[in-house]
């Protein structure tokens, strides 16, 4: 199939042209984002191959749609950005990457709770500087703490073992609570609960109209003083403007984020020699106990082979049979 891949790096190139090595599709990489003014480059394509941060939304698909678009195969698990009832009123099939590595997002959202506790980021800068003390990198055990986990699906399952090998009580809320995480000793709680007794409250639930703002200031203001969020899922799910005014009260005590509500216009991309034009943003990166990474969690060797094969799959499979092997319905928006 002519599938027009959009939003691409070096690397997606690198691993995508990897999983073609026999050249059976034809892929053209476009740097640009998928939206209704780039929509026009898709033309010529039958499949458009899209990441998290391309628009899908109802007159991007109006426009695949009249282009002759017939299938939209998102390179990541997360759907949020696509319009699916649109989408389905339209015959154009979505597929995704349900899983590829859920250990690589664990990882980098432990990575995320160490680096915070132990100021892994201030003791970098310190050391390199010649300023060895150790005033002000205090940090706690995790040993004994209580971590809330949001979302106990493939990637929260994962955090759930992690924590439980640290010696961590784990307290979980998932509408669907996953037997495996019972077993590994996780305690399904009401949220609430959750955010009044966990030390660290970490996210990975997927961005709905459910999840929208989840974290917002009367959540907040349910956690333990001085508790740590991170936040590894969906920019959306927390309400920035209410985690900065918890920032400055103190009621929040640590900040990690590898995904920001208004990420796509900076994301992905070296602004190093540019103004930053977003001031909610531009606060958060002046708070010492914030650390932001740019959604870079997926980003693994393992995660990215998987990532080029389950696309292909995808595309091949709704070649042959007019059905992508791993399809997003419309009816997932409500489960
Ligand atoms: P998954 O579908 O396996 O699990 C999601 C879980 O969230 C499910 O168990 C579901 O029941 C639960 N859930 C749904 N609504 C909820 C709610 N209101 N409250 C609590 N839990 C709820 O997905 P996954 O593979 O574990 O991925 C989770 C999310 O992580 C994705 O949706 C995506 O947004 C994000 N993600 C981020 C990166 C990254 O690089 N930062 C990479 C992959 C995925």
Same mark, same amino acid.
């Given at each position: 199939m002519h599938v027009c891949v959009y939003s691409t790096q070096p690397y997606d190139r690198r691993f995508l042209d990897g999983a073609n090595a026999a050249?059976?599709?034809? $892929?053209?990489? %476009?740097?640009? !984002? =998928?939206? &209704?003014?780039?929509?026009?480059?898709?033309?010529?394509?039958?499949?458009?191959?899209?990441?998290?941060?391309?628009?899908?939304?109802?007159?991007?698909?109006?426009? $695949?749609?009249? %282009?002759?678009? !017939? =299938?939209? &195969?998102?390179?990541c698990a997360g759907f949020n950005n696509v319009d699916l009832a649109t989408a389905e009123r339209l015959g154009i099939s979505v597929a995704r990457v349900p899983e590829y590595s859920p250990h690589a997002i664990a990882e980098h959202t432990v990575a995320l709770m160490l680096t915070l506790n132990r100021k892994i980021h201030r003791a970098y800068a310190r050391v390199r500087e010649g300023n060895f003390a150790l005033e002000g990198l205090l940090g706690f055990d995790l040993h004994g703490r209580t971590v809330g986990v949001v979302g106990t699906g493939k990637i929260g399952a994962c955090v759930v073992a992690i924590m439980r090998g640290f010696g961590c009580t784990v307290l979980a809320f998932d509408p669907h609570p996953d037997p495996a995480c019972l077993a590994a000793g996780a305690r399904y709680v009401a949220l609430p609960e959750l955010l009044a007794g966990s030390d660290i409250v970490t996210l990975h639930c997927p961005l709905t109209p459910q999840t929208r703002h989840l974290v917002d200031a009367p959540a907040i203001a349910k956690m333990r003083p001085g508790a740590m969020l991170i936040n590894t899922s969906r920019g959306g799910v927390i309400d920035t403007p209410a985690v900065i005014q918890a920032l400055k009260s103190g009621q929040l005590g640590s900040l990690g984020l590898d995904v920001y509500e208004e990420e796509g216009d900076l994301f992905f991309r070296d602004l190093s020699a540019q103004v930053i034009r977003d001031d909610v943003f531009a606060r958060l990166q002046t708070f010492p106990n914030v650390v932001v990474t740019a959604h870079q969690a997926f980003f693994t060797a393992d995660a990215l082979s998987a990532i080029a094969a389950t696309t292909l799959h995808n595309v091949s499979t709704f070649e042959t049979s007019g059905r992508p092997a791993h399809p997003v319905t419309v009816d997932r928006l409500v489960s």
């Open positions: 050249g059976h599709h034809q $892929l053209r990489y %476009l740097e640009s !984002r =998928l939206d &209704a003014t780039t929509v026009v480059t898709a033309a010529g394509a039958e499949a458009v191959c899209v990441f998290v941060n391309d628009r899908v939304d109802t007159e991007v698909l109006s426009r $695949l749609a009249d %282009l002759g678009v !017939r =299938l939209v &195969a998102l390179r």
